[in-house]
């Protein structure tokens, strides 16, 4: 079984930065792909950003590509998202999830394994 756990959310201000980390855990690590999603009261959830373990392939939704990077340590056991330039509408709960490198990575359905989520509140 799959664990994903979720830290650094927290307040920040409009334009400052904060560091989400993603630590996994349970089946070999290497199979995976891992991404971020986000869900704001009353939204759906949506795709953040996404990276492989093996190829390194690395995608973002365009509302943050350019202030958010992707990255994993070199162990492969924790996924981190840094978030520069926030904004208020990046404000939402955050997931990490594991989904196998051939499904879509934008979408929902294609993970199979997700953690707890992580609040990030953006003041104006």
């Known amino acids: 079984q799959v664990q994903l756990v979720e830290s650094g959310g927290g307040l920040v201000q409009a334009g400052g930065s904060l560091r989400l980390s993603c630590r996994y855990s349970?089946?070999?690590?290497?199979?995976?792909?891992m991404g971020w999603f986000r869900q704001a009261p009353g939204k759906e959830r949506e795709f953040v950003a996404s990276?492989?373990?093996?190829?390194?392939?690395?995608y973002y939704a365009d509302s943050v590509k350019g202030r958010f990077t992707i990255s994993r340590d070199g162990i492969e056991t924790t996924v981190d998202l840094q978030m520069n330039s926030l904004k208020p509408e990046d404000s939402a709960v955050y997931y990490c999830?594991?989904?196998?490198?051939?499904?879509?990575?934008?979408?929902?359905?294609?993970?199979?394994?997700w953690g707890q989520g992580t609040q990030v509140t953006v003041s104006p």
């Open positions: 999830a594991a989904r196998w490198p051939t499904k879509t990575y934008s979408r929902v359905d294609s993970y199979d394994d």
């Open positions: 990276i492989t373990w093996i190829e390194d392939s690395i």
């Open positions: 349970g089946r070999s690590s290497s199979s995976y792909a």
